[in-house]
């Protein structure tokens, strides 16, 4: 991705935007029991369409403004989005995404991840919560959430930045030039 300011600015406006639409649409919905986390998505497809770079610098924004606005112990949110970014930002530079299905499947793999590390951090903390084999149930309803909004994200994220992506199908294939007169 070719980072100029204007695309910079439509990141910074898709985070706010994101946490925004965490705290007051996605934490009121209640399905299964159970409020999306759309946030991890959200890093994953950033990283996916970034890099490492990108994803774990808008994991890192995104977890930061998170944790300000619940008014929570700073960094926590910050380092599991910072991983997930980068893990995501990492299989973009190393594989190619062949189906249509990579980009739902990372969504849910690294939401589930990010959601056992929430509580890893939690642990850490000190914060006493109730453990159950219920949070597992959630954590995988969130993961199946993720699934489902993953490709949606990722394909509103890709519209919004097309500007800055580097095709990499053009990069690689390179024109013979024409001979006129041969």
Not at 27 to 42: M, T
Not at 159 to 180: G, Q, W
Request: aromatic share 10%.
């Amino acid at each position: 991705m070719i980072l100029t300011p204007k695309i910079v600015a439509r990141l910074i406006v898709v985070g706010i935007f994101g946490v925004l639409l965490q705290l007051t649409f996605f934490s009121q919905v209640d399905l299964f029991h159970v409020s999306p986390d759309v946030l991890p998505a959200l890093v994953v497809c950033l990283g996916l369409l970034g890099g490492t770079m990108t994803g774990a610098v808008s994991g890192f924004a995104i977890g930061f403004l998170l944790d300000c606005l619940l008014i929570q112990p700073l960094g926590g949110a910050s380092l599991v989005l910072i991983a997930v970014g980068y893990a995501a930002g990492m299989f973009r530079e190393r594989f190619e995404i062949h189906s249509r299905l990579v980009v739902p499947l990372l969504c849910a793999l690294l939401t589930f991840a990010a959601e056992l590390g929430y509580g890893a951090i939690e642990a850490m903390f000190g914060i006493e919560t109730d453990v159950s084999i219920l949070v597992l149930r959630d954590i995988l309803i969130q993961s199946a959430f993720a699934f489902f909004l993953g490709w949606a994200i990722y394909v509103g994220l890709r519209r919004l930045v097309r500007p800055a992506l580097v095709d990499e199908a053009t990069v690689r294939r390179t024109r013979r030039p024409t001979v006129l007169g041969a």
